[in-house]
């Protein structure tokens, strides 16, 4: 048996022994979670988000496609994120955090101003860039010359909420036609357009729609043109639908005007000099740098549509060479 006080001097020595390992185990432990907190710092420093659009639509396949070129695991990350549509996506990019940028059509910040939707709307978005045209498609029956035809008549504008249905409302108020607006799915308004039971269909698609393809020829069913007026020159751009484009439903020789919405990369007015402009400022440099890279396969084909320097109606450019003024702060991260 030990003695009582050589077993106090050995418990003793087994704490001194102890102390030092204990100690030695501190510093490590503070250092990763030093190492982990940097690291967190500059992951999030790199990452842009970019919200789009659902599963099927062509929004989340450009927004696939930027992550995939420009995503470096390293000084930029590009993290693709589901929307669901524009008026939603530009609320996205005013208040949900993680959200940097937004695909939008282009007349939903005309669309918002006039619904006053947000407040402030006009000083707090800004675009990165312009994207591809969607074209809006007016089919009508027989007997249905012109848009103003159609005042008084029903006329289906896809579903309530949807960028056709926002689109028409500023179309028709532009040209001062009241029409009764219908909200069916489009296979369906086009089957009741087929029948006579509407007066005509509004689409908004990048051209050739599917919607239209197996429309037979002398079915009588045509595209109306549309008249490029003042009030929608503010929004809008020039567009024309063609035999090639729709061989059953515009004669050979023929086009018809219509109007163009552009898809339009959307984001918020940081101030300059704030992490936040710094960052989409990085990811405008990629973008630009590496825009080659987008017009190759396997990339979507509408890339080849895009123009970085093509201006948008009605929108201010976000300016990511600006410096930050002396003696002022940015707007705080929503």
């Known amino acids: 048996m030990i003695p009582r006080l050589a077993r106090r001097a050995l418990l003793q020595g087994l704490a001194l022994a102890a102390a030092p390992a204990a100690l030695a185990q501190t510093p490590p ?37 930027l992550a995939a070129v420009l995503d470096d695991g390293d000084t ?16 996205d990019i005013l208040v949900l955090r993680g959200v940097d940028i937004g695909i939008v059509q282009s007349d939903v910040l005309a669309f918002a101003r006039r619904e006053r939707l947000l407040p402030g709307l006009d000083g707090l978005v800004q675009y990165i ?31 309530r909420g949807s960028g056709t249905a926002m689109t028409a409302s500023l ?17 369906l308004a086009l089957a009741r357009l087929g029948r006579g039971e509407i ?22 069913l045509h595209f109306l043109p549309v008249p490029m007026t003042p009030a929608l020159m503010e929004t809008y751009l020039p567009s024309t639908l063609t ?27 940081w101030q300059p000099g704030t992490e936040r402009h710094r960052k989409v400022a990085r990811f405008v440099e990629a ?12 990339r979507h084909p509408k890339w080849r549509e895009v123009n970085l320097a093509a201006q948008v109606p009605g929108w201010v450019r976000f300016d990511h060479r600006a410096q930050a003024p002396r003696g002022r702060g940015g707007p705080a991260a929503p």
């Open 29 to 65: 432990r503070q250092g990763a979670a030093a190492s982990l907190s940097a690291l967190a710092a500059r992951a999030n420093a790199g990452t842009v988000g970019i919200i789009s659009g659902g599963v099927d639509g062509t929004y989340i396949r450009i927004a696939a496609d």
């Open 171 to 187: 179309l028709f108020e532009g040209l001062g036609v009241r029409i009764r607006p219908a909200h069916e799915t489009q296979d």
């Open 199 to 220: 007066a005509a269909l509004v689409f908004v698609a990048g051209k050739p729609a599917r919607l239209f393809a197996a429309i037979p020829p002398g079915s009588g």
């Open 129 to 159: 860039t312009k994207l591809y045209d969607e074209e809006v498609h007016v089919l009508a029956r027989p007997g249905i010359a012109r848009i103003a035809d159609l005042d008084g008549e029903v006329v289906n504008v896809d579903l």
């Open 287 to 298: 973008l630009h740098a590496r825009f080659p890279e987008f017009l190759r396969p396997p």
């Open 243 to 269: 035999h090639a484009d729709y061989p059953a439903l515009v004669a050979e020789g023929e086009t018809v005007e219509t109007i163009g919405v552009g898809a339009v990369m959307a984001v918020y007015a």
């Open 76 to 91: 930029l990350r590009v993290l693709p994120i589901l929307g669901k549509g524009s008026l939603q996506n530009l609320s």
